[in-house]
């Protein structure tokens, strides 16, 4: 018995979600809704109000298409239809019988409270409209002579009948929504749980990923140390190859910016960087001088642009042995980082300087000098690879 009635008031597949449970609080009243209007047709005739006894019956009849409506899937269309046929079906009554004067001025607004829960709002105006012409019909035809009413007398059964449809109006939405609003609750402190779980599982992630990557760098740097201490036991023909093999390592070596994997300290690169230049190339300790500021560059960057740099100090150190170079940070934008070289004859090997123009390209970069080929410009896109 219990699963045919649950069955009864079931709501369509069809609908899902929140509106799979409001479409069956409407149909829970739609079952409902016969027996207060049946009970109220057995008090019409009882009173020889056959008039009276066909409207309930018609509007019984007629509310009953509101299912149909509903199993269609028409959620909205089925509570309209509902509520307009109980909005006539009470101006009607009101109208045969004692007006506005008793629970017919409860009944609109109850409609309205029922009809605002589950209707779209769009909606809302038709009844709005409809109830406020049917309170003027209802307040404004009695006392104009339209129709004329009957006595009021309270204690008649149909008063505790009408109560009873109006709680039911009133109850099954209200308790719907309270329901409702519960579930949202339920799964809103349901999905933060799985959020606060999802960013820890997330950082977790981050962490075991920036450890990795610090590995991977670990052992680059091992292997290109090994690399450059074979290449330096095999003499001076190969200083050149193991220094450029050096600007790599130190962007192995060189500590990431605030634990950024994408960020490397440029001033503590180029500061241990040189230090290993200045031993290779046997520097006076001022010789080679670098004056930069806090500096962050892409560690893809960071290789070719050591390189480059090595480039320009070889291109002074091979023309004059006692050349003072000095690297400084001009400025920085949004899109352009700019270093200045200051050296001398940074180009005067046209035929040494194929890796340099092959690693300014990569760079996207632009390398410009002066007259005296004294000083030089690199300009380096900031956010370009």
Not at 69 to 87: A, P, Y
Not at 254 to 278: H, Q, W
Not at 318 to 328: M, Y
Request: with cysteine; charged share 20%.
């Amino acid at each position: 018995m219990k699963s045919f009635l649950l069955q009864i008031i079931s709501a369509p597949a069809r609908y899902q979600g929140q509106r799979r449970e409001t479409a069956r609080t409407v149909k829970t009243l739609l079952v409902l809704l016969p027996i207060p209007l049946v009970i109220l047709i057995a008090e019409r005739l009882a009173r020889n109000d056959i008039q009276g006894a066909l409207l309930i019956l018609m509007a019984l009849l007629i509310s009953s298409l509101s299912i149909v409506i509903l199993n269609k899937g028409f959620l909205d269309g089925s509570v309209i239809f509902l509520c307009s046929v109980l909005l006539v079906l009470v101006t009607t009554n009101a109208t045969r019988l004692s007006g506005i004067h008793n629970l017919t001025i409860i009944s609109y607004p109850t409609i309205i409270v029922f009809s605002s829960l589950i209707v779209k709002r769009r909606y809302m105006g038709i009844f709005l409209v409809l109830t406020i012409l049917a309170i003027l019909w209802l307040g404004g035809g009695e006392e104009m002579g339209y129709f004329k009413t009957e006595p009021w007398e309270s204690g008649h059964p149909a008063d505790l009948i009408s109560i009873f449809i109006i709680l039911l109006l009133g109850l099954l939405p209200t308790s719907d929504l309270v329901k409702n609003l519960r579930d949202s609750s339920l799964q809103s402190n349901y999905a933060l749980a799985e959020t606060d779980k999802s960013n820890t599982e997330l950082q977790s992630t981050i962490h075991q990923k920036n450890e990795l990557i610090k590995e991977v760098h670990v052992q680059a740097k091992t292997n290109i140390d090994y690399i450059h201490k074979l290449f330096k036991s095999r003499g001076d023909d190969f200083d050149n190859l193991g220094n450029r093999i050096r600007a790599i390592y130190h962007a192995h070596d060189t500590p990431f910016v605030s634990g950024n994997p994408e960020l490397i300290d440029f001033k503590e690169y180029t500061s241990a960087y040189f230090a290993d230049l200045t031993e290779s190339l046997s520097l006076e300790a001022n010789q080679l001088e670098v004056q930069f500021s806090e500096l962050k560059i892409p560690v893809d960057k960071v290789n070719s642009l050591g390189i480059c740099f090595y480039e320009l100090i070889r291109f002074s150190v091979t023309n004059s042995a006692n050349a003072q170079i000095l690297f400084e940070f001009m400025d920085e934008d949004r899109d352009e980082l700019r270093f200045k070289i200051s050296a001398y004859d940074l180009a005067t090997l046209p035929e040494s300087r194929i890796l340099f123009d092959i690693t300014i390209r990569q760079l996207k970069a632009d390398f410009s000098l002066s007259d005296d080929h004294k000083i030089g410009v690199l300009t380096l896109p900031k956010n370009k690879s």
